[in-house]
């Protein structure tokens, strides 16, 4: 059982993790700047709080042994939220990462190709800039999850496969449920096979 803080609890994807992070008994302490939103569960205190209030943060972080964002991109700074965990003495950091940083073919990163839908950009250029700012961060043991391109509500089936840089697909396209994208994330933070790096996941 861990002590687990998780920025963004009362999103689509937060909500998931917060569920998940119940279910197998770990603490967390809820963040979101509408606690009200977040779900009551076993053993989760909700409390308000602000991704651009660092030193505030800072102090609801501490204590803790792993920090979870789950927060939009274009909704948050980067490098505020990477200096309030470093402030807050927590060193395992999670990212709910974007699927526009993964490659679709070498070097060739999926939100610079044509058929980016244009309504995602802004927000996938942001992650993919977070990504490429954690890979200079070496006083934090980050990691960085990536969803495949469909990032959709569905089932908890536990059947996914997880892979590093390269964007996931098969015959159905590239999606994973925000359901199973929670079991991998939980996974990594009770079993970290992958410390200072990205890693991905989808069906």
Do not use: C
């Not at 998940?20 to 909700?46: C, F, M, Q, W, Y």
């Not at 800072?58 to 274009?74: E, K, N, P, Q, R």
């Not at 070498?106 to 190709?113: F, K, N, Q, S």
């Not at 990536?146 to 536990?158: I, Y």
Request: proline fraction near 4%; hydrophobic fraction near 45%.
């Amino acid at each position: 059982m861990a002590k687990i803080a998780l920025i963004g609890a009362s999103g689509n994807a937060g909500s998931r993790i917060l569920k998940e992070l119940s279910d197998r008994g770990h603490k967390v302490t809820a963040i979101a700047r509408n606690p009200e939103k977040i779900a009551t569960l076993p053993g989760v205190v909700a409390v308000r709080g602000d991704v651009f209030d660092k030193d505030g943060l800072a102090a609801l972080l501490a204590g803790h042994d792993a920090v979870i964002s789950a927060v939009h991109f274009t909704a948050s700074d980067p490098q505020r939220l990477i200096d309030a965990v470093r402030q807050s003495g927590v060193k395992r950091y999670l990212v709910v990462g974007g699927a526009g940083s993964l490659e679709v073919a070498p070097g060739i990163r999926l939100v610079t190709t044509p058929e980016f839908p244009a309504i995602y950009k802004a927000e996938a250029s942001k992650g993919a800039d977070f990504l490429d700012l954690l890979k200079t961060v070496d006083d934090l043991d980050w990691t960085f999850l990536s969803p495949s391109a469909l990032f959709v509500p569905g089932e908890r089936t536990g059947n996914f496969r997880l892979g590093k840089d390269q964007l996931l697909s098969n015959a159905n396209g590239s999606s994973i449920s925000f359901e199973d994208y929670a079991i991998a994330l939980v996974d990594e933070i009770e079993k970290p096979a992958h410390i200072r790096q990205r890693f991905t996941v989808g069906y």
